[in-house]
């Protein structure tokens, strides 16, 4: 089975009704409260590293792959200087939450969504530090197209990573918090432009042990969250 039909059966499988989930309490040293959420989106969007269409969908496997990430502008009210998928707030006249992802990476990287295949959407995920209820999008990057970060005040670097990083043991971490006597863990990914950890770093952990791609790490390895 290639990494395109592992993906496609896998948010295949998921729920229809999607219905929002919260992650543990104090993860991030907040309580999420659905009566005030936000609606947003993010875009998972994965593609061939290689660069080119001709190994994509057919072939390509797991490690053959590359992530786009975002890091968010060090001025930003919410999550400064992080490791962020592209994406955003969901606006009234988006006709859906992978609408609303697409029109966010093309705001923010430059990306062509012509060339994007919307694979599904997965469960929605309460963010408590700025109170938004998130859907990712998980997306294929058919016709790739060059990307880069658009508005300074909103990103400060858009960049791609390797699968086969991510799944690096050597290369995760768990990444943590120690503030007014709570403590925060989540795990953490060592790429060559940045740390992925927190929220970012909470979904692709989720995403990769249920495609069953995780090789096994050591959880006990930590190191400070970059703050």
């Known amino acids: 089975m290639t990494a395109y039909s592992e993906l496609v059966a896998w948010v295949g499988s998921m729920d229809p009704a999607r219905t929002a989930k919260e992650r543990p309490d104090g993860w991030q040293f907040a309580r999420f409260d659905p009566a005030r959420s936000r ?8 593609g061939d590293h290689g660069g080119g269409p001709a190994r994509a969908p057919l072939e390509a496997r797991p490690d053959d792959l590359d ?5 968010r502008a060090s001025s930003l ?8 998928f592209p994406g955003g707030a969901i606006d009234a006249d988006d006709a859906d939450e992978g609408a609303a992802a697409l029109r966010e990476a093309e705001e923010e990287t430059g990306l ?15 963010l ?25 005040a909103e990103s400060e670097l858009v960049f791609r990573c390797p699968v086969s990083r991510l799944l690096d043991p050597s290369y995760r971490r768990t ?16 790429t060559k432009d940045a740390v992925i950890w ?9 995403m990769f042990d249920e495609l069953g791609w995780t090789r096994s790490w050591d959880r006990a390895r930590e190191m400070p969250a970059p703050l």
């Open 128 to 152: 408590p530090v700025s109170n938004y209820i998130v859907t990712p999008v998980l997306g294929w990057w058919s016709e790739q197209s060059p990307v880069r970060a658009m508005d300074p």
């Open 112 to 126: 062509d969504p012509n060339g994007i295949e919307i694979l599904g959407m997965l469960p929605a995920v309460g």
């Open 39 to 46: 609606r947003a989106a993010v875009l998972i969007l994965l």
């Open 198 to 206: 927190g929220f970012t770093a909470m979904l692709l952990d989720e």
């Open 67 to 71: 992530i786009l990430f975002v890091v």
């Open 175 to 190: 990444a943590v918090v120690r503030r007014d006597g709570f403590v925060s863990r989540t795990p953490a990914f060592l």
């Open 77 to 84: 009210s919410n999550h400064p200087g992080q490791v962020a």
